[in-house]
Structure formats: structure tokens, C-alpha cells
């Protein structure tokens, strides 16, 4: 289970309540790491979480007892992070918030296992945002048995 993770953003205030307004739930300031970052919490059981770092802020390690420290970098604004989120709403509630946004998006259809809609956060960070129906298909088809039958389908060893 993966209890939080985080993303890069121009503008991490207003991504996280964006992230909030989609999973239903909570952004908060988030200053461990940069002072201009924000967590967004889903208000679950689980403790699931999304941090979002003001672009080019990277997490380094310190020496001896120490928490890791964000340091900023140059950006190049385009990441391969990216999360699969549930949301509450349905698929044209997500679509009117990404249209609202500019921020590009669309259904696809993942190896024809499940959908998810495809929304660029800022036109830089893919979230993959799966609504209700979406999770049901996810939570049937996305195991390790049925990736290996794929895999075998398509003649590759695991």
C-alpha cells in the first residue's frame, strides 16, 4: 500500500486544492520541506496523501540524524511520476474541472483492462484519475497473476 507520494508544481497551492476538490478532501500547508508546499489528504482511513513541492524542489539526503531536506534545482517541468487517484466525482465533473483548469485531459483505456482519465496537472504531470466505475474495472483486472497472463500473451517472460 502506498500511503503518500509527492508531485511538482508551478503553482502547489493551487494544484493541491485542485487535488483536493477532485479526491474530496482536504490541502493543507506543507512547510517540512519547502516553505511554499502543500499536502492534500483524502481525508480516508488510510492516511493517503499527495505532498506537492513547488517545481524543482528535490528531496536530498543529510548526513547523519537528520531528516531529508528539499533543496531547489533548475526544472525542466516534465517528470515519468505519476499517480493513479480515485475521486468521488463522476467522469464529466472531472472533465469540467480540467476544462476550467486549461489543463489537458481524456479517457483512455489502459491494455484494455481498465479506464482512467488522463489529466495533465498543468499541463506537465499526469495524474491518472479514476472514478468510481474506473476503480471497480482497476480492482478486477490489475493483479500480478492477470499481468503475467498478458505478458505470456504477448510471448514476454517476466
Known amino acids: 500500500m502506498i500511503f503518500h507520494v509527492s508531485i511538482a508544481a508551478a503553482a502547489p497551492r493551487h494544484v493541491a486544492g485542485v487535488l483536493a476538490e477532485l479526491w474530496g478532501g482536504t490541502a493543507a500547508p506543507f512547510p517540512p520541506v519547502s516553505e511554499d508546499g502543500w499536502i492534500v489528504f483524502a481525508d480516508d482511513d488510510r492516511g493517503s496523501a ?16 537528520a ?6 534545482l533548475p ?3 516534465l517528470t515519468s ?19 476550467r483548469e486549461g489543463w489537458p485531459a481524456k479517457y483512455r483505456k ?3 483492462m481498465f479506464g482512467v ?9 499526469m495524474i491518472e484519475v479514476l472514478t468510481a466505475e474506473m476503480q471497480a474495472e482497476y480492482r478486477r483486472t490489475m493483479s500480478s ?6 505478458l505470456a500473451a504477448m510471448r514476454m517472460a517476466a
Open 67 to 72: 531528516d531529508a531536506v528539499g533543496i531547489r
Open 117 to 125: 482519465i488522463e489529466l495533465w496537472v498543468e499541463g506537465a504531470v
Open 110 to 112: 489502459r491494455g484494455g
Open 145 to 150: 497473476g492477470n499481468w503475467l497472463e498478458m
Open 50 to 65: 499527495i505532498e506537492v513541492y513547488p517545481e524543482g524542489v528535490v528531496l536530498r539526503e543529510v548526513d547523519g540524524d
Open 75 to 77: 526544472s525542466i517541468g
Open 81 to 99: 511520476t505519476h499517480i493513479a487517484m480515485a475521486t468521488v466525482l463522476d467522469h464529466a465533473d472531472v472533465m469540467r474541472i480540467a476544462v
